[in-house]
C-alpha cells in the first residue's frame, strides 16, 4: 500500500454522530444479556469507540477485500516506515525495524512477557487500581502479584509510593515489572521524573520492565514520555506495548506492535510466542495498522479535541448536578475514574443504581483491585448526546437516593 490516499478527510467525520452499533456481535452494545445486564443498558464500560474509524482505514480495509484472497500475510518495509513516522512525531523516539515484534494484541505480549521472563511462583509488580487483565495475566502463570498501591493525594492526584516499590522490589525478589503508561483507570501521564526514578530502582535490582504503552496517543495534558526512551538501560531492559487499536478504535483487529531493542529478550520473547503456536497476524489488521499510522494524523487530532470537550462536559456537568461524584482529574486516556464514595454505598448497592435503576453500565472499580473500590470507571469516547444520556440518568438515581437517604 504504497500510493498516497488523496486529500484526508478527517474534516469530514462528525464525532457526535451516533451510530448504531447494535447486532453487529459488538461487545460492548450486543452481549448485555450474556454478562449479567440489562437488555437496553446503556454501555459506557469496555476500552473501545462509537466513532467511525478514519476514512482511510475503512478505504485501506476495502480495496484489499476487494482482492478477495485472505492468505497468510506479512508486512514489508512500508508498514515499519508509517509506524516508525509516527512515534517520532508523535513520541520523539526512533525505533529500530529489528526491535518489532507484532503480536494479536497487548494483553497476549503482557502474558508472553509473563511467561519468557519469570518461573512460576516468581514476584510480578504491578500498581494497582490497574487494567484488570494485569493481575489476570500473572496470576493465571501461577506467577505471584506484588502490588505497589498507587495513593490518591490531596491534589486529586495518584502518586507513586517510591519507598514502598523499592522495598517490595527488594524484600519479594521482583524479577519483571507491568507498568501502564499513560495509567488505566486513574489517567495519570507518568512525568519522565517519576519514570526515571522507577528505571534507577529497576536498575539497582535488575527487573525487567514491560512497558504498556498502548494509551500514548491520549494525552491530554503533559508529554507522553516513552520508558525504554528514557536512556540507555531503560532502553535495553524494556519490551515497550504498543498497539494501533485504541488510539485508531481498531480493537476488533487484533494488531499491537512490541518494541524490544534488546536482543536476548526479544529472542527469549519471539520462542515464548513459538512456543504458544502462534506466527502471522490477522491480514486485515495489518493492513489497517499500516493505513492508521499512515493516514491517521488529522483524524487523530480531531479527537483528541472531541475528548477534550466531552471531559469538559463531563467535569462541568458533575460539579454542577451530581456533586457527590467526584472527578479524578485525567491527563490522558479517554477511561474516567471517577470517586463515588462520598455516596457511601456498597459495590452491590452501586450496581443496583447504575445498571438496574439508571439503566448504564460501567466498569466497577474494584476489578482493578482492591484499591479501587468505591471507584466507578468511565468511557467517554462517545458522542457527546450519549455521554449526556447517561449522565441525566445518574443524576436522576443520585437525586432518588438523596431523597431516600433524607
Ligand atoms: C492498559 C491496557 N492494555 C491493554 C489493553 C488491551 O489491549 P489488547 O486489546 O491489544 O489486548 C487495554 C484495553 O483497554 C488497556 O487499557
Redesign the pocket.
Known sequence: MGEIITANRANNINFNLVIDRRNTNCLKYDFAVRRGRPENVLPLW??DMDFKVAPEIVEAIQKRTAHGIFGYSEVKEEYFEALEKWFFTHHNWKVEEDWLVKT???????AMAVQAFTEPGDAVLIQQP??Y??SEVIRDNHRKIVDNTLILKEDGKYHIDFVDFEEKVKNEKVKLFLL?SP??PVGRVWTREELLRIQEICEKYDVIVVS?E??EDFVLEGRHQVFANLNEDAKKRTIT?T?P??TFNL?GL?V?NIWIANETLREKFKKQIAAAGYSQLNTLGLTACEAAYRYGNNWHSELIKYLKSNLNFLRNYLKERIPEIQLIEPEG?Y?IWLDFRELGLSEEQREELLTKKAGIWLDSGAIFGAAGEGFERINIACPRSILEDALHRIERVIRENRKTSE
Not at 104 to 110: E, I
Open positions: 469496555v476500552a494479536p494484541g497487548v494483553v497476549f505480549a503482557l490497574v487494567y487483565p494485569f501502564c495509567h488505566n504498556d498502548i494509551h506495548c498497539s487499536s485504541k480493537a487484533q499491537s486516556t477511561l
